[in-house]
């Protein structure tokens, strides 16, 4: 069986004397990919001063022979059709503009242009990549290019989220310690990582705005009490502490017992984190820690962090 296999080309036209010539310069499986290809590369020819060049997107149909294999006897899902795939969503054009303007610069070689830079997708969406942060890079034409033909592996636009919070204890690895009897630690010790960091929310299957995550994790082989969402704080530089209210959002009701190998998470939207850290005082580089207090009244604490409030406030 046979069939046509849509796929679309950017043509580069160059106007001379001699007459019009005629370039295929790169091809896409996507038509998006290639209008975002063919933009960039138009945008940064007028940015040099080049005239007489255009580019166009203009489709290819390339036979593609398809297997043709028996029908199984049984089907398990009878509303599901055969070799039909679930659909994904494609990141709208807002929601690629955004994405670029949080990266600020490509992810590979650091050019600050945002009007030539595309969203990239590490793993492929055609096979199977996701919308998700963790397999989005933010590149330029040129390195959009080299990654698409394998000669460039670009930097996520946020690091995968680990499964500590959501496996089992064994799975969490512990920085090693000298064994020395001063520095055995307790097999009954609790143990609490603290963390603050930059994500994004989904929901929907829509990806929010940035927000700033609180987030605790037991590590420990003991199961730790939990009495309030003020439990969790920012130690600021100046020795306060920044206890979030009721504009932070969280998983969990209060109290909780907080198992081994579980975690949990607080958070807010970025602007608004920011904006009150501006009303409060605090602007530029900020060293900040995260610290949580358990029912039993234990104090745990976080490694310290840097934090840019001035950059994270244009993002």
Same mark, same amino acid.
């Given at each position: 069986m046979v069939e046509k296999s849509l796929g679309f080309k950017v043509v580069k036209y160059v106007q001379s004397e001699g007459g019009s010539a005629r370039e295929e310069v790169a091809s896409f499986a996507e038509k998006w990919e290639a209008d975002?290809?063919?933009?960039?590369?138009?945008?940064?020819?007028?940015?040099?001063?080049?005239e007489g060049v255009r580019y166009e997107v203009e489709e290819t149909a390339k036979p593609k022979l398809l297997a043709v294999s028996p029908l199984p006897k049984t089907i398990s899902e009878p509303h599901q059709t055969l070799g039909q795939k679930p659909k994904k969503k494609r990141l709208t054009p807002a929601q690629q503009k955004r994405f670029v303007q949080q990266a600020g610069k490509c992810s590979a070689c650091g050019i600050t242009d945002i009007t030539i830079l595309d969203v990239h997708h590490i793993r492929p969406y055609a096979k199977g990549?996701?919308?998700?942060?963790?397999?989005?890079?933010?590149?330029?034409? /040129?390195?959009h290019r080299k990654a698409q033909n394998g000669l460039l592996t670009p930097l996520a636009l946020i690091a995968r989220p680990s499964k500590g919070a959501r496996s089992q204890a064994a799975a969490i690895q512990e920085p090693s310690q000298p064994k020395t009897e001063s520095v055995q630690r307790d097999a009954n010790q609790p143990s609490i990582h603290l963390e603050l960091k930059p994500g994004f929310m989904e929901q929907g299957g829509q990806i929010s705005e940035t927000v700033v995550y609180l987030e605790a994790s037991n590590r420990g082989t003991v199961p730790v009490f939990i009495p309030s969402l003020p439990s969790?704080?920012?130690?600021?530089?100046?020795?306060?502490?920044?206890?979030?209210?009721?504009?932070?959002? /969280?998983?969990?009701d209060f109290p909780f017992e907080l198992r081994p190998g579980r975690g949990f998470s607080i958070w807010r939207d970025m602007g608004g984190f920011v904006a009150s850290l501006k009303k409060n005082g605090y602007s530029g580089k900020l060293k900040?820690?995260?610290s949580c207090k358990d029912e039993a009244g234990r104090v745990f604490t976080g490694n310290e962090i840097l934090f840019d409030a001035d950059d994270w406030a244009k993002a």
């Open positions: 975002e290809f063919a933009k960039g590369q138009s945008i940064r020819r007028k940015s040099q001063g080049l990549g996701s919308n998700r942060p963790w397999n989005l890079s933010v590149l330029c034409p /040129t390195c969790l704080q920012i130690l600021m530089p100046d020795g306060r502490h920044w206890i979030p209210r009721e504009d932070w959002e /969280t998983n969990k900040l820690r995260v």
